[in-house]
């Protein structure tokens, strides 16, 4: 099991999401639905919850989900440590490139604009324009 790094971990999603607003952007008006504010606003929420009593979690899992929830406690102050069982990040959207240099992909991808908290994430980590 490979323990891996924020930084790390925050780059693999930058460059897989960034891989996705090449092929299309993200929808012009997203950021004035009631939704998408909403998703911003829970954000802010969880950054300004800051105790000044950092911990160190376990974040078991380093797909989507474990990834966003690890984004979110580092913004909360925490110190999150991934644990992912294979050798990338990323889960059911992961890439990885093989011995012969080909990149595999794991299935087609669409982040729809119906994705606030997703939406928000991607403008929160500069990926997605
Ligand atoms: C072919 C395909 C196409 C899809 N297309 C779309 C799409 O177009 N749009 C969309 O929104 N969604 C799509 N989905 C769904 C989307 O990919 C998933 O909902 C999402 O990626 C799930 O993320 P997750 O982090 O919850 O789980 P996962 O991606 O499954 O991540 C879980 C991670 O935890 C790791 N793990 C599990 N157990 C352990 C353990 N004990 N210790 C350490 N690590 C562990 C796994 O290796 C994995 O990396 C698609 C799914 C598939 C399969």
């Not at 996705?20 to 997203?30: D, E, F, G, K, N």
Request: aromatic residues 8%; hydrophobic residues 45%.
């Amino acid at each position: 099991m490979a323990r891996l790094e924020l930084a790390l971990m925050l780059t693999m999603l930058a460059c897989a999401s960034s891989a996705v607003a090449m092929r299309r952007a993200t929808p012009s008006r997203i950021k004035q639905t009631a939704n998408y504010r909403e998703a911003a606003e829970l954000s802010a929420k969880l950054a300004s919850e800051e105790s000044g009593d950092a911990k160190r979690v376990a974040v078991i899992g380093g797909g989507l989900s474990g990834l966003a929830c690890a984004k979110y406690l580092a913004d909360a102050g925490h110190v999150p440590v991934v644990y992912e069982a294979r050798h990338v990040l990323g889960g059911k959207v992961s890439a990885w490139q093989d011995a012969d240099g080909d990149w595999i992909e794991t299935g087609l991808h669409i982040f729809f604009g119906a994705y606030p908290n997703m939406m928000n994430l991607f403008s929160e980590l500069q990926v997605y324009i």
